[in-house]
């Protein structure tokens, strides 16, 4: 799980916390009563373990006593309903069975009886014995004193600033390039941290859950992730794993890994600039520079639509080679190619520019009839906006008010801009054809406030 470096002497290791660990190897194993006889009617996804039509009573005699065992049976009172009984704690525990293609009594979910007994005699014996122990599990975490990562962040950092700089060329050293695979998430989180290059926007962790190979200890209590499946949960982002009780006192601090983000478009904004350490997608800027490089001027800019076949041809060389993309006039002569990639960009985004938390307040904002109350309330909920998002929105209100200045040549004013981008920056958290219908005014005048107060409300 951690990485090896040539020199011993740098590497710190972690303090991993091994109680629980020694728990799930004490914990009881599971033990099959077999039925002697063969029974009618068995499902065919029970084996032999299944008893049929039997009593709680029948079946705590057939247990024996014996610490694990267990049986399946099916219920008197309710035909067509199964059970299992399992024998733990000197008693017999009942529990619903449930079958979907694979067998489950809560959450988890198991490609056999066997292995949902073997995690289930694991969870009770680890919460019976450290019930304590486990409520008590975040209050002295490591993730804000990762002592043992001090010494690798100065090196990290210099390995992922290169590996930035040369956008992750083949001509990296393999020894290079397997030292940054094999840093932890914990460790990467580290450097990133005390990198001065770094955007330090705020974004929370992608935790889902997810199972795991093999032992893995918890990267923010340092304790052991128990059972057979689903022992925690892993941030999609930038691989962090931790329990899932722990995942609630994570700081919103993920670093995302280029490596796990699989494209540009449709994804999440401020994933994507941390990921690759900007101040604002590339997407953005880059597609800004060439419009403003050769296309201010241009009739109908971001009203006249570009080809659709060209415009997902220039996503489809974002998503493959992110900030190396060829959008040059050489590629794609028509300017409103390169609009219609930006415009298709902030629509594609899972949540929009103009988020879907501020998006009432802006209509709201947007109702009020004495103007400058009304630019005054447009500028608090601005503040309101993460950090990347506002960025953005600046940087392209930015952009749009020179659009406007050259209006003489391209026949685009403020308010005409709004009307194209009124919907792209901003969409309602309802998905209700009624209310786009009735906000668009709304959306537009939004729009256009900003692109003619741009110097005042950023």
């Known amino acids: 799980m951690w990485c090896l470096f040539a020199n011993a002497e740098e590497y710190q290791p972690p303090i991993w916390k091994s109680y629980l660990y020694q728990l799930q190897q004490e914990a009881p194993r599971p033990k099959r009563i077999i039925c002697p006889g063969e029974v009618e009617n ?47 704690g000197n008693q017999t525990l009942n529990y619903r069975l449930f079958y979907d293609g694979k067998h489950f009594v809560g959450e988890k979910r198991f490609e056999s009886i066997h292995d949902l007994v073997t995690d289930g005699l694991i969870t009770l014996y680890i919460e019976t014995k450290a019930s304590e122990y486990i409520s008590k599990m975040t209050t002295n975490p490591i993730y804000e004193h990762i002592g043992y990562a001090t010494l690798l962040r100065e090196k990290v950092s210099r390995r992922l600033s290169r590996s930035k700089n040369e956008s992750r060329k083949t001509s990296v050293t393999n020894e290079e390039h397997t030292a940054v695979e094999k840093i932890s998430s914990l460790v990467r989180r580290a450097a990133l941290t005390h990198n001065d290059n770094h955007f330090n926007y705020e974004k929370t962790h992608n935790f889902k859950v997810h199972t795991f190979r093999g032992p893995h200890w918890c990267e923010y209590c340092a304790n052991f992730m128990w059972g057979l499946i689903a022992q925690g949960v892993r941030c999609s982002d930038c ?122 307040k802006f209509i709201e904002a947007a109702k009020i009839s004495n103007a400058d109350e009304r630019l005054e309330a447009v500028h608090d909920v601005l503040l309101l906006l993460p950090p990347a998002h506002y960025e953005t929105l600046r940087y392209l209100m930015i952009h749009l008010r020179k659009v406007t200045m050259n209006e003489k040549d391209n026949f685009m004013n403020a308010e005409n801009l709004g009307i194209v981008f009124g919907p792209t920056l901003m969409r309602s958290p309802e998905d209700s054809t009624l209310t786009t219908l009735h906000d668009m005014r709304y959306q537009k005048l939004i729009v256009q406030i900003l692109i003619e107060n741009e110097d005042v409300l950023f």
């Open 42 to 88: 068995r499902p065919k996804y029970y084996g032999r373990e299944f008893h049929g039509i039997i009593s709680r009573e029948q079946a705590d005699e057939l247990l024996g006593g014996v610490e694990g065992a267990y049986i399946l049976r099916e219920s008197q009172r309710q035909p067509g309903c199964y059970t299992l009984a399992l024998r733990f």
């Open 239 to 360: 691989g962090l794993n931790v329990h899932k009780q722990c995942s609630k006192h994570v700081p919103n601090d993920c670093q995302p890994d280029l490596k796990r983000i699989k494209k540009v478009y449709c994804c999440d904004l401020t994933t994507l600039v941390k990921a690759h350490n900007t101040q604002r997608p590339m997407v953005v800027d880059i597609c800004i520079r060439e419009i403003e490089a050769r296309g201010l001027k241009s009739e109908g800019l971001y009203r006249v639509s570009g080809f659709t076949e060209h415009i997902e041809d220039v996503k489809m060389a974002f998503d493959r080679d992110g900030e190396k993309a060829d959008i040059s006039a050489n590629m794609y002569p028509d300017i409103n190619i390169i609009t219609g990639a930006l415009k298709l960009y902030f629509r594609d985004l899972p949540i929009p520019v103009i988020t879907y938390d501020t998006y009432p």
